[in-house]
T-cell receptor
Framework: DAGVIQSPRHEVTEMGQEVTLRCKPISGHNSLFWYRQTMMRGLELLIYFNNNVPIDDSGMPEDRFSAKMPNASFSTLKIQPSEPRDSAVYFC?????????????FGQGTRLTVV | AQSVTQLDSQVPVFEEAPVELRCNYSSSVSVYLFWYVQYPNQGLQLLLKYLSGSTLVKGINGFEAEFNKSQTSFHLRKPSVHISDTAEYFCAVSEGSSNTGKLIFGQGTTLQVKP
């Protein structure tokens, strides 16, 4: 398996534009996590899904952020409208099962810059 | 609420020297503990995890960590580091009772191995 695949790897956009980040989890994994990494706040869990259903979205910073998982092999994280403070590296991770026995595998991340 | 504190933001060390990266956690319930490594421009990779049983856990690349419940610590050690160990290391905690797989990360420690 190619691992967790995220696209794009880098995204530069202007303030106010819509940004969509994409994630393809490892085949067979049924849990998917979106994290955001910044220098100031470190790694923060934004939202996670189990069997395509959002379980906890309490980490989503505000209504400008939304995430979907239409099927087991694809998830998106959308920011609309984007703001400079959204600049960060966004990671997607997947695991088999929700418990910690299932190791979370991380993608290489999307580096988002909002100017 | 759970939290993780990594006491050192940067740890410089010479090649072949031993190293310890410190991690303390706070939780009112039982926890699972993890160490992840992040190489430049890469996602996170699991080094080791403590779920139960022996408090000394061995991981990949010669790393090990010891769970100390009384001191609420999970320090990472390696007896002899290599240049290739230069990376950022994250300690993380997951609540044992919830079985959600949700990870709370520390701020990270940058290990700088010098020749």
């Amino acid at each position: 398996d190619a691992g967790v695949i995220q696209s794009p790897r880098h995204e530069v956009t202007e303030m106010g534009q819509e940004v969509t980040l994409r994630c393809k989890p490892i085949s067979g994994h049924n849990s998917l996590f979106w994290y955001r990494q910044t220098m100031m706040r470190g790694l923060e869990l934004l939202i996670y899904f189990n069997n395509n259903v959002p379980i906890d979205d309490s980490g989503m910073p505000e209504d400008r952020f939304s995430a979907k998982m239409p099927n087991a092999s694809f998830s998106t994280l959308k920011i609309q409208p984007s703001e400079p403070r959204d600049s960060a590296v966004y990671f997607c991770a997947s695991s088999l099962g929700m418990g910690p026995q299932g190791e979370a595998f991380f993608g290489q991340g999307t580096r988002l810059t909002v100017v | 609420a759970q939290s993780v504190t990594q006491l050192d933001s940067q740890v410089p060390v010479f090649e072949e020297a031993p190293v310890e990266l410190r991690c303390n956690y706070s939780s009112s319930v039982s926890v699972y503990l993890f160490w992840y490594v992040q190489y430049p421009n890469q996602g996170l990779q699991l080094l080791l995890k403590y779920l139960s049983g022996s408090t000394l856990v061995k991981g990949i690349n010669g790393f090990e960590a010891e769970f100390n419940k009384s001191q609420t610590s999970f320090h990472l050690r390696k007896p002899s580091v290599h240049i290739s160990d230069t990376a950022e290391y994250f300690c993380a905690v997951s609540e044992g009772s919830s079985n959600t797989g949700k990870l709370i990360f520390g701020q990270g420690t940058t290990l700088q191995v010098k020749p």
